[in-house]
């Protein structure tokens, strides 16, 4: 119990019969149910209670429509009767009222048949409901389980990232013999002046640097090429710093973002924004709509999905020389749109059935990526 006594705060302990500090542990008592079942219990009492609201409104909307049907139906029924009635001699007119009534009878049985048919559909897509409403809690409350496997995704990225340096470095061993061999050759030959020439040009420091062009009304980059000192990357993204150096040294080369052929950036192409911004940005999309974002946890990006019940995020590794998901898809491409492109025409998971059909562009001004083109 907390106490306030003019300037004097002080914390005062309930005690029990036995003179103990009296204390009640949740789940302790014979009665208390465990919290697993009283979570489950309340997710699906809340999915239940969304549901037949959804349906309540549902059924109001389609009765509706279904008494307005008949009722437009039934008196161009009895307008065609009364019309005919003029036509016939007095003694066929009790026959007309017979007809009429059996008629009335009639749609007034269709209607009931199919009143029956609406409650039996919405009662279906009521007990639907629920059960999407219950995976959506449910998939909520496992969200923070995640963390453990995309830290088993990152340490297959390691893996991936080492086998890839080590071929580099094989490849330029095997660059370098090659090197001193044509050397050797043009030395006795005596054609070093062309064999210079050749190889002119050739160093890696020197790719160029693509910087965004603020003053242009549309994205499109202009190219640098500045020295630089030798980048080495740690075994993972620790500072989004490193990350807008990543970007700069190993994947503006590669000409990651652009469209294809072009110096615009992609529309789908996103910075260094988080999961949650992500699905903001994806929130009012319908299913399909797709955007890529720089991955604060591997050296790579993220592709957020969005589905007809929610998002996915895929990671997508680029730490090679190559961009491949992980753990989803085997298919490697030589470039990020290449990687884009592909998934427009053929499926992400033969499960989920993912094809990259809207690109969600950016709400920023200026836009969330212009620190990776600064």
């Given at each position: 119990m907390y106490i306030?006594?003019?300037?004097?705060?002080?914390?005062?302990?309930?005690?029990?019969?036995?003179?103990?500090?009296?204390?009640?542990?949740?789940?302790?008592?014979?009665?208390?149910?465990?919290?697993?079942?009283?979570?489950?219990?309340?997710?699906?009492?809340?999915?239940?209670?969304?549901?037949?609201?959804?349906?309540?409104?549902?059924?109001?909307?389609?009765?509706?429509?279904?008494?307005?049907?008949?009722?437009?139906?039934?008196?161009?029924?009895?307008?065609?009767?009364?019309?005919?009635?003029?036509?016939?001699?007095?003694?066929?007119?009790?026959?007309?009222?017979?007809?009429?009534?059996?008629?009335?009878?009639?749609?007034?049985?269709?209607?009931?048949?199919?009143?029956?048919?609406?409650?039996?559909?919405?009662?279906?897509?009521?007990?639907?409901?629920?059960?999407?409403?219950?995976?959506?809690?449910?998939?909520?409350?496992?969200?923070?389980?995640?963390?453990?496997?995309?830290?088993?995704?990152?340490?297959?990225?390691?893996?991936?990232?080492?086998?890839?340096?080590?071929?580099?470095?094989?490849?330029?061993?095997?660059?370098?013999?090659?090197?001193?061999?044509?050397?050797?050759?043009?030395?006795?030959?005596?054609?070093?002046?062309?064999?210079?020439?050749?190889?002119?040009?050739?160093?890696?420091?020197n790719e160029p640097e693509i910087k965004l062009n603020s003053n242009s009304p549309s994205p499109v980059m202009t190219l640098t090429t500045p020295a630089r000192k030798a980048w080495e990357r740690p075994s993972r993204p620790i500072s989004r710093e490193i990350l807008i150096r990543w970007f700069k040294e190993e994947q503006l080369p590669r000409r990651a973002g652009f469209e294809r052929n072009t110096h615009a950036v992609a529309p789908w192409f996103h910075g260094i924004i988080s999961r949650q911004e992500a699905e903001e940005l994806l929130m009012n999309k319908s299913e399909g709509a797709f955007l890529v974002r720089v991955s604060e946890k591997i050296w790579g990006y993220a592709l957020s999905y969005r589905q007809q019940s929610g998002f996915k995020h895929f990671l997508v590794d680029a730490s090679g020389d190559f961009y491949s998901f992980l753990g989803v898809d085997p298919n490697r491409h030589a470039t990020l749109t290449d990687l884009i492109d592909f998934h427009k025409e053929e499926i992400i998971t033969s499960s989920g059935g993912e094809l990259l059909l809207e690109p969600c562009g950016q709400r920023k001004n200026p836009p969330d990526y212009s620190s990776l083109f600064e």
């Open positions: 306030l006594e003019g300037n004097d705060r002080r914390v005062q302990w309930l005690h029990g019969s036995d003179g103990e500090i009296w204390v009640w542990i949740m789940g302790d008592s014979p009665g208390d149910k465990p919290y697993e079942q009283i979570s489950e219990e309340l997710m699906a009492e809340r999915a239940r209670q969304q549901a037949q609201k959804e349906a309540e409104e549902l059924w109001t909307q389609k009765e509706a429509e279904i008494t307005k049907k008949f009722r437009d139906a039934m008196a161009k029924e009895k307008a065609k009767i009364v019309a005919e009635k003029w036509k016939i001699e007095t003694e066929d007119r009790k026959a007309a009222k017979v007809m009429e009534e059996k008629i009335q009878e009639e749609l007034k049985k269709r209607e009931e048949e199919e009143r029956q048919r609406g409650e039996e559909q919405i009662r279906k897509q009521e007990e639907l409901r629920a059960k999407e409403l219950y995976l959506s809690l449910k998939q909520a409350q496992q969200h923070s389980q995640h963390n453990e496997h995309e830290d088993q995704e990152w340490k297959e990225q390691l893996r991936r990232s080492k086998a890839a340096d080590e071929e580099r470095s094989h490849k330029a061993r095997r660059a370098r013999d090659e090197y001193r061999r044509q050397s050797l050759r043009a030395i006795q030959k005596g054609k070093v002046a062309g064999l210079s020439n050749l190889f002119k040009g050739t160093s890696l420091n």
